[in-house]
C-alpha cells in the first residue's frame, strides 16, 4: 500500500508514530514548509514562547502518556525549564519541535520507502486510485490519503491588514517583535493564549512601552493547577458513549453535577466561580489562582480534562439548539477554563499588571489605524502605536494553504460540516464523499469536522491519528 499524507506537523507526526508498517510499500509526506515535522505551532522561536501543557498531556503516542516525558528526560537541557509551581518541565514549543522530529525520523525508519515532498498539495483526484497533485504541478498517486493540514491563522477581525504598525500572523515572535521598539505603546488584540505568548515575550525583551490587551471579553485564560488523577466516573467518555443523543445539556450538566460531588464538590459553586471570571480585577484574578496552584480539591481540574475527553464524544450527543447556546454563550469562558496558562506566565503577568505596565481593555468595540491606533473600549479610547493580533481562528477552520484541496474535494463530494471542517465519519476519520465514508481518505487535526468547539490540543490530534492509522490498516504492536 502506498499512503500519502498531507501537511508534516503533529498529527502526521502522531500518524507515522502509530502506522503499522508491515503492508505499507511506500510513504509520501507533503509539506512546503521549511522546517517540517514542527507544524506552525513548535517552529524555532524566542525561549519565551512556551508550550501550554504539562508532559503528560503533550504526549504524540495516543495511549502512552509517558512517551514525550522519556524523551525530556534523555535531553539534556530539559532540566532547566521546569514550571517551578507546577512541578513539570514546560519547555520552549521549539524544544517541543525538536521532539516532533525525533519522533517522525524514528518512525520513517520503519519504513521500506519514504519521500518529503516540499510541496503543498493543490488538489486530490478521487476518480479511480487517488491521484495527490502538488503546486509545482507533479502528480503522485496513492492508496490512502491522510489530511493533516492543521488549523486557520489568526483573523483580521478589525480589517487593519496593510496598515503601518500592525502585525496580522504574530509566529514566529522573534521575527515579528524584533521590529517593535522597545518605548512604543502595543495592543494586543486578543486575551487568549497566543496573547499571553507574546506578552511574555514582549516582557522577555525587556520591552519598556505600555502593553494592552484589548478584546470584547477581557477574559484571561485560567491558571493551570498542578495535575492530580481525577479519576472520571460520571464523565468518562466510554460511559457517555453508550447514551442515545440526541442529549440535552440540563442531562450533561447533571453528569458534571453528579461528577463533583462524588469528589465532595459542589458545580454550582464552582460554575458561579468560573462565571464570574470575566468581571473579575485581571490582578486579583491571577493572585488568587496563582495561591490555587496546589490546591488539592479537583473541581476545576475535572471540567478541565472533561472538556477535552468527555467534550467531544457530549458534544456530538447534544441537540443542536443546546450546541448554539454553548457555543454563543459559553465559548470563551469554556476555553479559559479548558486550556489553561502555565504558571510561569502568570506570575509574569500579575507582575506586569502591578508594575503597570499592562493593561487589559474589555468591550473593545473598534481598531482604528491612522498616525497611530486608536481602539475604542468600553470605558473609552486608548491609543498604540503598534497592535499585534491574536484573535484565534474558530476551530475546524480551513488553512489557507489547504483551501485549494479542500475545494478540489468539495467539488467531488466532499461536505463541510455545518460546525467547520470536513465533515467525516466520527468513528474512523473517513471523509464523507457523496454521503458516505470513503476508506481511502482521511483527516486528523482540526480540519475534521463533527468535533467541540475547542481547538484540538496534542492529545486530541494524537487520538485521530491513533483512529486514521486503525482505519487505514492497523496500528504498530508495541
Ligand atoms: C500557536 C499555537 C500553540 C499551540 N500550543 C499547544 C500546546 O502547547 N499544547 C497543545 O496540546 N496544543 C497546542 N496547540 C494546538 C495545536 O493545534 C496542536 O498542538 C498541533 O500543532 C496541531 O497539529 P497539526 O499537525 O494538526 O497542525 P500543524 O502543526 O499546524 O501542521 C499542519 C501542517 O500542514 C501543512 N499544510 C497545510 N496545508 C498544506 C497543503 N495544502 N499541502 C501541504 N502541507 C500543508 C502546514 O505547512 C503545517 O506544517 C497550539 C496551537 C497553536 C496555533
Excluded at 36 to 48: E, T, V
Excluded at 344 to 362: H, I, K, Q, Y
Amino acid at each position: 500500500m502506498d499512503i500519502a499524507i498531507i501537511g508534516a506537523g503533529a498529527a502526521a507526526v502522531a500518524l507515522l508514530d502509530a502506522l503499522d508498517p508491515s503492508d505499507i510499500r511506500s510513504v509520501t509526506v507533503f509539506d512546503p514548509s521549511p522546517s517540517p515535522w514542527r507544524g506552525r505551532p513548535y517552529q524555532p522561536d524566542l525561549d519565551s514562547v512556551l508550550v501550554n501543557a504539562p508532559p503528560e498531556i503533550m504526549s504524540i503516542r495516543h495511549g502512552d502518556r509517558e512517551h514525550y516525558a522519556r524523551w525530556l528526560d534523555g535531553d539534556a537541557h530539559a532540566g532547566a525549564h521546569t514550571d517551578e509551581r507546577l512541578g513539570r518541565p514546560i519547555p520552549p514549543r521549539a524544544v517541543y519541535g525538536r521532539y516532533l522530529v525525533d519522533t517522525a525520523e524514528a518512525a520513517l525508519a520503519r519504513f521500506a520507502r519514504t519521500e518529503l515532498v516540499g510541496a503543498a498539495v493543490t488538489g486530490v483526484s478521487l476518480a479511480g486510485r487517488p491521484v495527490v497533485r502538488t503546486a509545482d504541478g507533479r502528480r503522485h498517486p496513492a492508496d490512502q490519503v491522510v489530511l493533516c493540514v492543521g488549523g486557520g491563522v489568526p483573523r483580521d477581525g478589525y480589517g487593519l491588514a496593510g496598515a503601518p504598525g500592525f502585525v496580522a500572523d504574530p509566529y514566529p515572535l522573534r521575527r515579528t517583535l524584533a521590529g517593535v521598539p522597545p518605548r512604543k505603546n502595543v495592543a494586543v488584540i486578543g486575551t487568549g493564549l497566543t496573547a499571553v505568548d507574546i506578552v511574555a515575550s514582549l516582557a522577555a525583551r525587556g520591552h519598556a512601552g505600555r502593553i494592552s490587551m484589548v478584546s470584547r471579553s477581557g477574559t484571561l485564560p485560567f491558571v493551570w493547577q498542578r495535575p492530580l488523577p481525577t479519576d472520571l466516573r460520571y464523565l468518562a467518555p466510554d460511559r457517555l458513549r453508550s447514551l442515545e443523543g440526541p442529549v440535552r445539556l440540563a442531562e450533561f450538566t447533571e453528569l458534571i453535577r453528579m461528577e463533583l460531588a462524588a469528589h465532595g464538590e459542589s458545580w454550582d459553586a464552582l460554575a458561579a466561580w468560573i462565571a464570574a471570571a470575566p468581571g473579575r480585577d485581571p490582578a486579583a484574578s491571577l493572585r488568587e489562582q496563582l495561591a490555587m496552584v496546589d490546591a488539592p480539591r479537583l473541581g476545576r481540574r475535572i471540567v478541565q480534562e472533561a472538556a477535552h475527553t468527555a467534550g467531544p464524544v457530549a458534544w456530538r450527543l447534544l441537540a443542536a439548539s443546546d450546541r448554539e447556546r454553548l457555543r454563543g454563550r459559553h465559548f470563551r469562558t469554556i476555553t479559559s477554563a479548558a486550556s489553561p496558562m502555565v504558571p510561569r506566565n502568570a506570575a509574569l503577568l500579575l507582575e506586569l499588571f502591578e508594575a503597570g505596565t499592562l493593561e487589559a481593555l474589555s468591550g473593545v468595540e473598534k481598531i482604528e489605524a491612522g498616525s497611530a491606533f486608536e481602539i475604542t473600549h468600553a470605558a473609552g479610547v486608548r491609543t498604540a502605536d503598534i497592535v499585534i493580533n491574536a484573535v484565534n481562528p474558530p476551530p475546524h477552520a480551513i488553512p489557507r494553504a489547504a483551501e485549494p484541496l479542500v475545494s478540489s474535494l468539495l467539488a467531488q463530494g466532499a461536505v463541510l460540516d455545518p460546525d467547520g471542517g470536513l465533515a467525516v465519519d466520527p468513528g474512523t476519520g473517513r471523509v464523507l464523499v457523496g454521503g458516505r465514508p470513503d476508506h481511502r481518505l482521511h483527516v486528523a487535526g482540526d480540519l475534521a469536522g463533527g468535533g467541540p468547539f475547542l481547538v484540538s490540543g496534542i492529545p486530541g490530534v494524537a487520538a485521530q491519528a491513533s483512529r486514521a492509522a486503525r482505519s487505514i490498516g492497523g496500528v504498530r504492536s508495541r
